[in-house]
C-alpha cells in the first residue's frame, strides 16, 4: 500500500514537474535542469499538510489557478523573473518603466501645501436662489444700459437674475449662467409677441440639464418692494420687510448720505412729484411737510444720529438753513431709493469723488457731473472739467449719461433728478400689480402714520400726473 502512494506521489510530482517547467521555445542549461531533477528527487513526497491553502492541490475553496509548487520551485521561479526583468531593463534599446509622472512626497509639509493649493483653488459660483446678495450681484452684471438695451418687462434684467443670468460683460444681447457656463443670445431688439415668449422660455429653460437653476429661480419678490395685495380686496400692496425694516433702512441710507462731502442740487421736477406724493399721503403742507413727516418717522426712538433727520424740518430753530436743507437732500434722496457708492477718480481728479447707486436696478450716479447744494464740507475736493452739453441734446459724460438741464449752470453741469435718473424698470419707479402710483411714492405713503391706502385712492388723478412725470 504504502509502495503504491508512493508511485501516485511520483507520478504527480513528474506531472507538476513537466507543467511549472520552462517553454520548449525558450533556451534551457542541462546542468541547471539536471541538479533541480537531482534535488527533486532528493526531497520526501508533499504532504497534504504543507500545501498552502490557495494551492490547487490543497482542496482549499480558497485554491488559486496554479498547482501546488515546492519551495525550491518557487525560489527558482521567483529568481528566474528577477533575471528576466534585469535583461530586460539592460537590453540594448530597452525601456525601463517610466516613472516622469510621479512626485513623491518627503515631508507633511508638501502634504499640506499640496492640500492648501487644491482648497485655494476657485470654485464655481454657487446656485444660491434665495440669497439677495446673490441676485443684487447678477443685477450689477446689467449696469451698462446698452448690453440689454430696449428689452419688454418679460426679459427685464430683474427677470433674468432671477432665473440666473447675468449679462456677458463683452458681447451684447448675451445672458451667460455662471454655474453651468450656459449661453442665450437675444435679438437686438424685440417688438414680435412670439420672439419675446421664445426669449422668456429660454430664460426658464436655456440652462444646460443638471444644472440647479432649471426649476428653481429666485423670489419673484426679490424683484419688488412692495408685495400686490389679493386680487379683488381694494387693499394697498404692502412692504415685503415691513414697516419697521423699511424705516431702518431709510434711516441708514440718510446716515450714509450724510457722510458724502456734498450732495448735488435737485431739478424743479422734482418739486412737483414730492407735492404729488404728499397728496396721495394725505399730508398737506407739500413736499416739505412730507419730508417732516418721514423724518419724525424716521428718528430712532432713542439717541444716536436721530437729532440730523429730525433737523431736516426745513430749516429750524437753531439749525443753519445750509445744514437743514442738506439734511433734507439726504433723506430725499434715500426715499428714492439712493444711497452712497464707491468713491471713484474720474479724469481729470486729484482725488476720488463721491457717487450714488441704487442696489436694486443697479444704476450708479457720479456726483461731480452735477450742480452741487453746497460748498463741500472742509476743503473742496478737485472736481473735473465738464463737458459742455449743447442745448436739446444729451451728450455722454464718461460712464455716466448726462441729462440736459434748462436750469444748468454756466459749466453745463444738470440739476439731479433722483426719480428719473433710476433704470426704466427699476423696482422703484414700477407700479405694482392692483396699484396706482410707483413704488417710491407707495413706500412713503406706507411709511406714514396715515399711510393706510385710503388718501391715495381719493386723489387717484393727482398720482396719475405723477407718474406723468416719470
Not at 81 to 106: C, D, H, I, N
Not at 312 to 333: E, K, N, Y
Amino acid at each position: 500500500m504504502q509502495s503504491l502512494k508512493r508511485k501516485v506521489a511520483d507520478l504527480l510530482n513528474e506531472l507538476e514537474s513537466a507543467l511549472s517547467g520552462p517553454p520548449a521555445s525558450a533556451p534551457a542549461d542541462e546542468a541547471a535542469d539536471a541538479a533541480v531533477a537531482a534535488e527533486e528527487d532528493a526531497m520526501p513526497p508533499p504532504a497534504t499538510a504543507s500545501l498552502s491553502p490557495f494551492s490547487l492541490g490543497s482542496g482549499s475553496p480558497f485554491a488559486m489557478g496554479s498547482p501546488a509548487r515546492s519551495p525550491t520551485q518557487h525560489r527558482s521561479i521567483a529568481f528566474d523573473m528577477a533575471a528576466a526583468f534585469v535583461q530586460a531593463g539592460s537590453a540594448p534599446g530597452a525601456r525601463r518603466p517610466s516613472t516622469a509622472g510621479v512626485r513623491k512626497l518627503e515631508t507633511m509639509a508638501e502634504l499640506e501645501a499640496l492640500v492648501g493649493a487644491s482648497e485655494a483653488a476657485p470654485k464655481p459660483p454657487a446656485c444660491r436662489p434665495h440669497s439677495r446678495d446673490d441676485f443684487s450681484g447678477r443685477i450689477r452684471t446689467f449696469r451698462s444700459a446698452r448690453g440689454w438695451f430696449d428689452k419688454p418687462d418679460a426679459v427685464a434684467p430683474l427677470v433674468c437674475a432671477r432665473f440666473g443670468w447675468c449679462l456677458d460683460h463683452t458681447t451684447p444681447d448675451l445672458l451667460v449662467c455662471a454655474v453651468c457656463s450656459a449661453r442665450v443670445k437675444s435679438p437686438a431688439m424685440l417688438h414680435e409677441k412670439e420672439a419675446v415668449d421664445a426669449l422668456a422660455a429660454e430664460l426658464r429653460n436655456g440652462h444646460r440639464p443638471l444644472c440647479p437653476w432649471l426649476g428653481n429661480p429666485s423670489p419673484e419678490a426679490f424683484g419688488s418692494l412692495l408685495l400686490p395685495s389679493p386680487a379683488g380686496s381694494g387693499a394697498p400692496p404692502s412692504l415685503v420687510e415691513g414697516a419697521p425694516q423699511a424705516c431702518e433702512a431709510l434711516r441708514q441710507r440718510v446716515a450714509g448720505l450724510l457722510r458724502l462731502p456734498y450732495l448735488p442740487a435737485f431739478a424743479p421736477s422734482l418739486g412737483d412729484a414730492l407735492d404729488e406724493c404728499a397728496r396721495a399721503a394725505g399730508v398737506s403742507g407739500g413736499a416739505d411737510a412730507l419730508l417732516r413727516a418721514l423724518a419724525e418717522r424716521t428718528k430712532p426712538t432713542s439717541g444716536g444720529s436721530g437729532g440730523a433727520l429730525s433737523a431736516s424740518g426745513g430749516g429750524g430753530r437753531g439749525q443753519d438753513s445750509a445744514v437743514a436743507r442738506r439734511h433734507q437732500t439726504a433723506l430725499t434722496l434715500a426715499l428714492c431709493g439712493w444711497r452712497p457708492g464707491v468713491a471713484v477718480t474720474p479724469a481729470g481728479a486729484a482725488e476720488p469723488q463721491p457717487t450714488l447707486e441704487c442696489v436694486e436696478d443697479g444704476r450708479t450716479l457720479g456726483l461731480w457731473h452735477y450742480q452741487r447744494l453746497e460748498p463741500a464740507m472742509g476743503v473742496p475736493p478737485s472736481v473735473p472739467t465738464p463737458v459742455t452739453i449743447e442745448a436739446g441734446r444729451p451728450a455722454t459724460v464718461g460712464w455716466k449719461r448726462a441729462r440736459v438741464d434748462p436750469a444748468a449752470d454756466s459749466s453745463g453741469r444738470p440739476r439731479l433728478d433722483p426719480i428719473r435718473e433710476h433704470r426704466p424698470w427699476s423696482p422703484w419707479v414700477a407700479v405694482t400689480r392692483g396699484d396706482s402710483m410707483p413704488a417710491w411714492m407707495r413706500c412713503a405713503v406706507l411709511l406714514l402714520p396715515t399711510g393706510g391706502g385710503g388718501g391715495a385712492e381719493a386723489n387717484a388723478a393727482s398720482v396719475s400726473a405723477a407718474l406723468a412725470l416719470l
